[in-house]
């Protein structure tokens, strides 16, 4: 959303043809920072001694989910509390015990943090530049305006749950990681008496915000809209005064256009939790937590009356951009003006640039959008010469990855109508002595089919996307392909189908590359004059010149198979497929 706010041309190439930049390595920094910070946030300063190891470490399920049904596998039970004599009993203490758990947490969060930025394709520059001690520096940040909020919860008594907390009979539905169960109705080992004074460990407990468990695996802790057309993931979510207020954690100093985007982003998540709490509990407040000055930026809420536009408009944004296909026309390069912050997020005494492009000055599809004027020479090749032998180079947006087919109906296996109103079937398709398997593709299945289908009817398949598997021709079908009755003038022969092509281009990213652990492809994003298309290559097929083809050089891949992922044109290298580099990137502009 923030995207396509920012300009709607920026949200098509990124999430259509899938032109993304490379990811820096200061996004290193981020998540390692926001790792650490919630394993602190998980620990508790009655149970987990300073220097200690990861006492509390939650067990996860397989598919990366914490195992909330399983009670017995949470450690915290186990445990033996420290004696009260070491319990922090100060902010200064408390701080002392907090900062120690950062210095214990900090190394595996950031080698995690390299090692993840480090299996990424699509990326540029070196794990040396993303800065670990500034990195340690917003931890330790981020944990300070943690205890400002745990001095706030001591200050006010604890907030109005302190006195059911304490006997074990308040835990919210979905609790923070905090080591226990889901479901645990024991006293917590550092509750005090009832009516007695609130302790820094009890305000600690009591103050603990939502997050997203450190130990589960990525986007497993989405929160998502009802009707399941838009999600999002909260950093924090405070519940000590009874109401929610939600945090979102910034590695930054908060500025640069960026801000402008969190603030809408921080409305958003209001926006979303009020939706999923059936519009009757709004949050109390919302904030961007810079962690390079170490300060809190305040958000404004959205009004009643905002909260139900946003939900109109973004549901037409939604139909738009998801529903409906979007093609390029429906996506305008109208950027939205270029924004100035300062530290802290804070508007500049310039707010907004004059110029109405200046977001297209340094904008990474600068080279492919019609605003920008940096020529990436990109090529548009009609035959090329290698091997003693000239190949037609076929132009990236002439690849035809669907076509229409006409034959008679055999071996018919269905139809039968699912639940989602797609159909499941298959059969044979022939045409004189040519022949084709029709079935449904992967990514799902038609949805218009003629009703008087059978073995023996003469039908017209359009819109199918063809492979060929041990010399048999394939024809795949999803939601974009039909099947009718002929007519007498159909006439779509499957010899003509073709399913090979050469093309040239330049790298535009490296989307996969051969790890030895679950990563089995070499595939790429090009880019040439009339278009983008994706190449991949499984296995035996990765060519031995994989490892030194990079973002930027030029290359020709001659004799692949045309087919389609997602949506997106792709070449499919195969045993007769040739790949060749032909330019290096350091002969061409840069991206």
């Not at 944990?143 to 400002?148: A, G, K, L, P, T």
């Not at 926006?271 to 709490?277: N, R």
């Amino acid at each position: 959303m923030v995207t396509w706010q920012a300009c709607p041309r920026l949200w098509y190439y990124n999430y259509i043809p899938r032109l993304r930049g490379p990811l820096p390595p200061q996004i290193i920094r981020g998540n390692a920072a926001e790792s650490c910070i919630s394993k602190v946030l998980r620990d508790s300063p009655s149970i987990v001694p300073a220097n200690s190891g990861d006492l509390l470490k939650s067990p996860i399920l397989d598919d990366g989910r914490p195992a909330y049904d399983f009670s017995d596998l949470w450690p915290a039970p186990s445990l033996l509390p420290m004696d009260s004599s070491e319990w922090p009993s100060t902010r200064d203490s408390l701080e002392e015990w907090a900062l120690s758990r950062a210095d214990a947490h900090f190394q595996s969060s950031w080698d995690d943090a390299v090692a993840d930025w480090e299996s990424i394709s699509n990326k540029v520059g070196s794990s040396e530049g993303a800065n670990e001690q500034e990195c340690r520096e917003m931890v330790a940040n981020g944990i300070r305006m943690h205890i400002d909020q745990v001095e706030a919860c001591m200050r006010a008594g604890g907030g109005p749950h302190a006195e059911s907390w304490r006997l074990g009979k308040h835990r919210h539905n979905w609790p923070a990681p905090d080591g226990f169960p889901r479901v645990w109705e024991e006293p917590h080992p550092c509750a005090q008496e009832p009516g007695s004074e609130v302790s820094w460990c009890e305000a600690w407990e009591l103050a603990r915000p939502w997050f997203v468990d450190p130990d589960s695996g990525s986007f497993t802790q989405t929160t998502s809209h009802p009707e399941g057309w838009f999600q999002g993931e909260y950093d924090l979510v405070y519940r000590w005064t009874g109401k929610p207020s939600v945090i979102d954690i910034k590695a930054s100093k908060g500025k640069g256009d960026r801000s402008g985007g969190y603030i809408e982003q921080l409305r958003l998540y209001a926006w979303l939790w009020w939706e999923t709490h059936n519009r009757a509990e709004e949050v109390e407040s919302l904030g961007i937590w810079y962690l390079g000055p170490g300060s809190v930026k305040e958000v404004p809420l959205p009004t009643p009356e905002e909260l139900t536009q946003y939900g109109d408009d973004l549901k037409d944004v939604y139909n738009l951009l998801h529903a409906n296909d979007p093609q390029m026309e429906d996506c305008p390069a109208e950027p939205s003006p270029l924004r100035y912050f300062d530290e802290g997020g804070k508007p500049s005494k310039t707010p907004i640039d004059p110029n109405p492009l200046a977001r297209c000055v340094r904008c990474d599809l600068r080279g492919v959008c019609e605003n920008g004027d940096h020529d990436l020479e990109l090529p548009m090749e009609d035959r090329i010469e290698r091997f003693g032998h000239a190949w037609p180079i076929t132009h990236m947006g002439s690849l035809k990855t669907r076509v229409d087919a006409t034959g008679t109906v055999s071996e018919i296996r269905g139809p039968r109508l699912e639940d989602d109103g797609s159909i499941e079937l298959s059969f044979k398709l022939l045409d004189g002595y040519d022949r084709a398997k029709v079935r449904p593709s992967r990514y799902g299945s038609p949805r218009s089919v003629t009703r008087s289908i059978s073995n023996d009817c003469r039908v017209v398949v359009r819109n199918a996307i063809p492979s060929v598997w041990r010399g048999e021709m394939i024809l795949e079908l999803d939601e974009k392909s039909s099947i009718s009755l002929a007519e007498e003038d159909d006439s779509e022969p499957i010899v003509e189908i073709e399913t090979r092509a050469s093309i040239v281009g330049r790298i535009w990213s490296v989307d996969a590359f051969p790890t030895g652990v679950g990563v089995s492809r070499w595939s790429v994003t090009l880019l040439d004059k009339s278009g983008i298309a994706g190449a991949v290559a499984f296995k035996q097929f990765i060519p031995v010149t994989a490892a030194s083809m990079g973002r930027g050089d030029e290359i020709a891949i001659l004799n692949g198979e045309v087919g389609e992922f997602n949506g997106r044109p792709q070449v499919r290298i195969g045993p007769n497929t040739r790949v060749v580099p032909l330019r290096s990137s350091s002969d061409l502009p840069d991206f």
